[in-house]
């Protein structure tokens, strides 16, 4: 099974940024079409962002030009960067392979709020 570890949770104020990290042990992350999901108190998750092994993204239409998903695979580390970011995105967020075929972590807590 694949297990990330998810990092960088943070309360940041409306308009401000973030960066998180997804990092695994003995797992190369390369080979693998990536994800970021997105969960808020009583709501299902939801489908953030993608990155292919080519480098190619896609985004939910709500954050494409805000958020920018990266991956650096000399650091086995797949990235979000959300700037701009709206007390509407308040959430738990989780890294996980395209399909979920990974184990779900506990995931970080992103907080923006005045």
């Known amino acids: 099974q694949v297990q990330v570890a998810e990092s960088g949770g943070a309360l940041v104020q409306p308009g401000g940024s973030l960066r998180l990290s997804c990092a695994a042990s003995?797992?190369?992350?390369?080979?693998?079409?990536m994800r970021w999901y997105r969960e808020a108190p009583g709501q299902q998750r939801e489908f953030v962002g993608e990155?292919?092994?080519?480098?190619?993204?896609r985004y939910r239409d709500s954050v494409r030009g805000r958020f920018t998903i990266s991956r650096d695979n000399a650091k086995n580390t797949v990235y979000l960067q959300m700037d701009s970011l709206i007390p509407a995105e308040t959430a738990v967020y989780y890294c996980?392979?395209?399909?979920?075929?990974?184990?779900w972590g506990p995931g970080p807590q992103v907080t923006v709020s005045t």
């Open positions: 996980n392979l395209r399909g979920g075929r990974g184990v």
């Open positions: 990155i292919t092994t080519s480098g190619s993204t």
């Open positions: 003995g797992t190369v992350l390369g080979i693998y079409a």
